[in-house]
């Protein structure tokens, strides 16, 4: 079964920067693409980022894009998620998700099979 672990997570100021880490273990991870979702208290889960299997293709939400970048090594079966700028709504629990390759990026919760526990992130202003 596909495991994914979150790490990086912490506190920092507004303006700052942070890069995330999820390690994907259980299967083949050039098979699966790869997905960044946030939780705010109060709020619903949200798409965040994505990346298909090779790195070649991204998408990101309009709040984060031109700040955050979403990357892969599929030789350390880890997905990146570097946030520059980080401003105090980016605020939240940070989750990586994972489904099998698929024609288009997916963007939405149901689309993806696999969760990590979340690595939370604090940005004071």
């Known amino acids: 079964q596909v495991q994914l672990v979150e790490s990086g997570g912490g506190l920092v100021q507004a303006g700052g920067s942070l890069r995330l880490s999820c390690a994907f273990s259980?299967?083949?991870?050039?098979?699966?693409?790869m997905g960044w979702f946030r939780q705010a208290p109060g709020k619903e889960r949200e798409f965040v980022a994505a990346?298909?299997?090779?790195?070649?293709?991204?998408d990101y939400a309009d709040s984060v894009k031109g700040r955050f970048t979403i990357s892969r090594d599929n030789a350390d079966s880890r997905v990146y998620l570097q946030m520059n700028s980080l401003e105090p709504e980016d605020t939240a629990v940070y989750y990586c998700?994972?489904?099998?390759?698929?024609?288009?990026?997916?963007?939405?919760?149901?689309?993806?099979?696999?969760w990590g526990q979340g690595t939370p992130v604090t940005v004071s202003s």
């Open positions: 998700a994972a489904v099998q390759q698929r024609f288009r990026l997916a963007t939405r919760r149901v689309e993806y099979d696999y």
């Open positions: 259980g299967r083949t991870f050039s098979n699966y693409a």
């Open positions: 990346i298909n299997w090779s790195g070649g293709s991204t």
